[in-house]
């Protein structure tokens, strides 16, 4: 679990709290020494744990020991510091050499606490990007490289990722599961929908809302714990290393059928917030999505941090990638909007198709309504019969479905080399 640090002086109370509420908005963890101890061990660790550090700057900080402390900490760590001050204080020589540079907001600014918990959050979605495989064409390849490129991405270049099974057909879900144990898992609410609202996973006495296709609950819930609602993927026997799931339901289908707005827009507020919550326990989330333009694809693109859009080397691809740059733009408000990249997949393996090489010179940037050569990803999926859809075997572990995990056999050390590939640069991109 990660979260913000908020390193403060006692006395700066009311500050304090001030700030702690509006990350609580915002659906950001934050973490402080509670007022009447001093337990620098307890602090050290939240320090190693945390993803930035706030520090609340006053003239009673300025002669904190533990205020200090707390910055030379974070300055071994390495850790970001986005300093906010609240009064006159004038700074002494730490201060003005380690926190001085960073400072640039304060209570004084109009809406401060919002400039602060703006600059939280860029470092809270930077810490844990989300990305959105999609195209509004079907059978492209989504669920496969949602599975495979970033259960790769886990497997060799570590992390913790997060993947999300958001398409009703639940494919993703059927990857790692049998079909019984996909069921049991919605029936028990344990899947996605508990994302978008209350559910038997938040309390016992509630309605199922997979059970309840009219009705819309928009009341307020909690986060439960990850181990509630994820699946480990990586259970025993694996290589290790922390890749879970949330699994899917044909269910969610519900909203493409309400027409309640003003209820989805809190399911949907809800889906968002449970999405920023759930950050800070991962270093990577990944959605699957399904190929048609719905509410379930708005929740996505809002949520998202970027989408890649894998593509096949023809026409139709295209148009799906079109009509995918189109809905971000027409229907994303500007500053929210996701980047787009995309990826081929499935291309023929001996050589570059003419299709991929005029793609690429940006013949196609015209049809595609945007600069489609300079979205590509340089790396590309090879057509593969490893990549094909296979079912889960009978006693076989979740993992074991992985190219990356999934033993040897011709051509396997080439494609698992083409979905590292593709990981690395997506990786080099988010952290661009
Ligand atoms: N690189 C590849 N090589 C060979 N087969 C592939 C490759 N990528 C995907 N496939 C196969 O193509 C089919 C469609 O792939 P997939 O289900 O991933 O597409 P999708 O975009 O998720 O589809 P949908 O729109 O229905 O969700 C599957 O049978 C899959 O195994
Ligand atoms: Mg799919």
Redesign the pocket.
């Known amino acids: 679990m990660s979260h913000v640090y908020i390193s403060h002086s006692t006395r700066d109370l009311d500050e304090l709290l001030e700030i702690h509420e509006a990350l609580r908005m915002a659906a950001i963890p934050d973490w402080y020494a509670p007022n009447d101890t001093e337990d620098r061990p307890k602090a050290d660790q939240a320090i190693d744990d945390a993803f930035a550090m706030i520090v609340i700057v006053s003239a009673s900080a300025v002669r904190s020991k533990t205020v200090r402390q707390d910055v030379e900490r974070a300055k071994a760590r390495n850790l970001r510091l986005i300093p906010y001050q609240i009064d006159k204080a004038r700074m002494n020589g730490f201060f003005k050499h380690e926190v001085q540079p960073h400072l640039k907001l304060s209570s004084t600014l109009p809406d401060g606490v919002t400039q602060l918990v703006d600059e939280v959050q860029k470092a809270y979605k930077r810490k844990c990007p989300v990305l959105a495989v999609m195209?509004l064409k079907?059978?492209?390849?989504?669920?496969?490289?949602t599975s495979q490129v970033f259960g790769a991405w886990q497997g060799a270049l570590g992390g913790r990722v997060l993947l999300v099974d958001l398409?009703p057909?639940y494919?993703l879900t059927q990857t790692f599961f049998d079909m019984e144990q996909a069921d049991a898992s919605a029936a028990a609410d344990r899947s996605v929908i508990s994302l978008f609202e209350r559910s038997k996973l938040h309390a016992r006495d509630a309605t199922s809302p997979g059970e309840s296709w009219l009705t819309l609950s928009t009341e307020p819930f909690s986060p439960v714990p990850r181990k509630e609602l994820m699946h480990d993927l990586m259970g025993e026997g694996s290589p290790g290393g922390r890749l879970d799931l949330i699994s899917g339901q044909f269910e969610i289908s519900k909203y493409a059928f309400a027409n309640d707005s003003g209820a989805l827009l809190k399911v949907k507020s809800q889906f968002l917030r449970m999405v920023d919550h759930y950050r800070s326990e991962y270093d990577l989330i990944v959605f699957?999505t399904?190929?048609n333009a719905t509410f379930l694809t708005r929740c996505a693109l809002e949520a998202a941090d970027r989408v890649l859009a894998?593509m096949h080397a023809d026409v139709y691809s295209l148009r799906g990638v079109r009509l995918l740059n189109q809905v971000i733009e027409e229907q994303v408000e500007e500053g929210k909007r996701p980047a787009l990249s995309v990826m081929f997949?499935?291309v023929g393996r001996s050589e570059q198709s003419s299709f991929e090489a005029e793609a690429r010179n940006g013949t196609f940037d015209g049809k595609a309504g945007f600069p489609l050569s300079k979205a590509l990803l340089k790396a590309a999926?090879?057509?593969?019969?490893h990549?094909?859809?296979k079912a889960p075997k009978d006693g076989q572990p979740a993992w074991r479905q992985l190219v990356i995990h999934s033993g040897r056999g011709g051509g396997l050390k080439a494609i698992r080399e083409s979905l590292k590939t593709v990981g690395m640069e997506l990786k080099a991109m988010l952290e661009d």
Do not use: E
């Open positions: 195209n079907g059978g492209v390849g989504k669920t496969t490289v398409d057909q494919n699957d399904n190929p894998p997949n499935a999926l090879p057509r593969s019969g990549l094909m859809v």
